[in-house]
């Protein structure tokens, strides 16, 4: 074990832990973090995903000592149930969420490309969001509420 300072979400920890575990493991099991979720554990499906420095990262396979000082934000991190970011007030404005499961994958990707690109278009955005996997078939809605969000961005 070794003796890790870790920012997530704005909130430095600090762990005791291997610095090959998983990111996602230390997310959920030492922060009790359920955003990030485990899904096929090989970077595949997305629904790990999280933002280190503004960058989209698959948190299952990121070993948690390759971290440093960067700054991880997850779903949570976002905004809190009282006062949802702008992203997450489109999704329930659009009732775009069904389990959930992907949801780190599809707000996190979404908000990461439109930070880097606030003019990104819906094609350009669905591309982004090919190697993000949802089998609720939600599809649609949750495509009209990451262009809702990307409309007041604008200017």
Known sequence: MTKLSLNVNGNWHAL???PATPLLFVLADELGLR?????????QCGSC????????????????GAVGRDQVLTLE????????????????DENATQCGFCLSG??????AVLDAKPEASEQEMREALGGVLCRCFAHVRIMRAIMKYARTRKP
């Open 16 to 18: 005791d832990v291997d």
């Open 35 to 43: 955003g990030p979720k485990f899904g096929c554990g090989m970077a």
């Open 49 to 64: 995903t999280v933002i280190i420095d503004g960058k989209i990262v698959r948190s299952c396979v990121m070993p948690v």
């Open 77 to 92: 991190g976002l905004g809190r149930p009282d006062n949802p970011h702008p992203i997450q007030q489109a999704f329930i």
């Open 106 to 111: 599809v707000v996190l990707t979404a908000k």
